[in-house]
């Protein structure tokens, strides 16, 4: 079963076919247009001009779309000469989003030229190949504060703005609610904080239609409901549930893991209705 569009922004995994006058993106399960600006370096306001597309439209992208890409610029840099090459040893504690940041590449461009797949686990004592900026056709980003290079989030992950509310004990969560924040920027939805490996419980009864990891948010559920509507569970270490299970209400999804940005255990909290994203503290339980 497909999921419906408006949670497609979710999804962040790069394909690229390339046109004869200028780059073309084909959009796959996983992208979304920051993503794919920032994988071949360019800005997204350039994306969404060269596209006639509008900031609503980024949450709209369909797989199979064709993309414009600005410019002559390249979404691997696996092709770099050696002499544009140096040598990183991994040190204890390093992730590949400091290491990313310390030498002003994206995290895509690193793992591209290491040929490494997004579950790979950095180790300590690992070589990693480091492209120049010019090399690697991006411009060179600020390096990081010494201490915070590791916070750094992962390239092409959607900004999270957050408000934080009081929280209300009256409305039941998916987890134990410590503390729960609006997100405020281009995403609609909660975050709720609670403790590390505790059960995600589901809200109502309905059937899963995407059940995977999704760069930025852990792993993710999503569930289709009556009615409509669509509750998206992120933030999970792990699932309990597979595509095309019927879940009821209070059954387990997975277990809460720890946001890589903020290294709190969040679960990320959206729901829509017919497309349109809804306050999730008014959305139908059982």
Avoid at 124 to 134: K, M, N, S
Avoid at 140 to 167: C, F, N, Y
Wanted: aromatic letters at 6%.
């Amino acid at each position: 079963m497909r999921v419906h569009n408006s949670v497609l922004y979710l999804l962040l995994i790069s394909a690229v076919c390339i046109a004869a006058e200028e780059p073309v993106h084909v959009i796959q399960r996983g992208d979304t247009i920051y993503s794919i600006a920032r994988s071949y370096g360019v800005r997204v306001e350039d994306v969404l001009s060269l596209n006639g597309m509008t900031d609503t439209d980024v949450l709209r992208i369909q797989v199979g779309q064709r993309i414009k890409i600005p410019g002559n610029v390249q979404s691997s840099a696996s092709s770099v000469p050696a002499a544009a090459i140096t040598e990183h040893r991994v040190a204890k504690g390093e992730t590949f989003y400091g290491i990313a940041r310390r030498y002003g590449i994206t995290l895509q461009v690193l793992r591209n030229v290491n040929q490494v797949s997004e579950n790979y686990i950095l180790k300590e004592g690992d070589v990693l190949r480091i492209p120049t900026t010019a090399a690697a056709g991006i411009p060179k980003t600020s390096p990081a504060p010494q201490g915070e290079g590791d916070r750094t989030p992962a390239a092409g992950t959607v900004p999270r703005l957050t408000e934080t509310r009081r929280v209300d004990a009256s409305i039941r969560w998916p987890v134990k609610a410590q503390e729960v924040s609006y997100m405020t920027g281009k995403l609609n939805g909660v975050v709720v904080v609670g403790e590390k490996s505790e059960s995600i419980r589901n809200l109502i009864q309905g059937t899963v239609v995407s059940a995977g990891p999704y760069r930025g948010f852990g792993k993710v559920a999503i569930i289709q409901v009556a009615g409509g509507y669509l509750y998206v569970y992120g933030g999970c270490e792990s699932l309990s549930v597979k595509v095309g299970d019927r879940v009821a209400s209070g059954t387990e999804l997975g277990k809460l893991g720890v946001d890589a940005v903020s290294e709190k255990p969040q679960l990320f909290l959206m729901v829509y209705r017919n497309n349109n994203p809804m306050d999730p503290a008014r959305a139908p339980r059982a």
